[in-house]
């Protein structure tokens, strides 16, 4: 089941970072030029 396909999305998404407070994630989007689109990872900030 896909929850969210963003895969033909061309900017950031702007999420909310989650959870508020210590030990949050937030989305970083770039271009891969070998997989010929977006490419969008999730980071964890401690």
């Not at 989650?18 to 980071?43: C, I, K, M, Y």
């Given at each position: 089941?896909?929850?969210?396909?963003?895969?033909?999305?061309?900017?950031e998404?702007?999420?909310?970072?989650?959870?508020?407070?210590?030990?949050?994630?937030?989305?970083?989007s770039?271009?891969?030029?070998?997989?010929?689109?977006?490419?969008?990872?999730?980071?964890?900030c401690?």
């Amino acid at each position: 089941e896909t929850l969210l396909d963003t895969r033909l999305e061309t900017s950031e998404l702007r999420w909310t970072v989650h959870p508020p407070g210590e030990g949050q994630w937030e989305e970083l989007s770039a271009l891969d030029a070998e997989l010929g689109g977006a490419v969008r990872t999730f980071e964890v900030c401690s």
